[in-house]
């Protein structure tokens, strides 16, 4: 009897062990994720602030329609940008060079 009782204190621990190792596990999936969405979050603000100070109002106007219909597409046209700012090859962005910017990537889908 004292050994079944060994035993069954002995799973009950197990079990309690078992269950704190997947409660800290789903703790460290739950901060990562919310890691994540703040650093998207800091990233869409950064490349928000950054289409508001060297694009004309006009091309962001057309970004978010395009964003609205293809999210995707507006993205590429974003990133496309800001590494054209970075690398200084331009210190504005115009209706031109958007559409340049437009075309390359349609080109290269």
Do not use: C, H, W
């Not at 409660?23 to 490349?47: C, N, P, V």
């Not at 800001?82 to 910017?101: C, M």
């Amino acid at each position: 009897m004292s050994e079944y009782n060994e035993d069954e204190e002995i799973e009950k621990l197990l079990e309690e062990k078992y269950r704190r190792y997947l409660y800290e596990l789903e703790m460290r999936r739950l901060q990562e994720a919310s890691e994540r969405m703040k650093r998207k979050a800091e990233e869409e603000a950064i490349k928000k602030v950054i289409l508001m100070k060297y694009v004309d109002e006009d091309v962001r106007q057309r970004i978010y329609n395009i964003r609205a219909v293809n999210p995707e597409f507006a993205s590429k046209i974003e990133n496309t940008i800001i590494a054209l700012l970075q690398s200084g090859r331009v210190d504005r962005i115009d209706f031109n060079i958007f559409k340049q910017i437009v075309d390359k990537i349609k080109e290269s889908l």
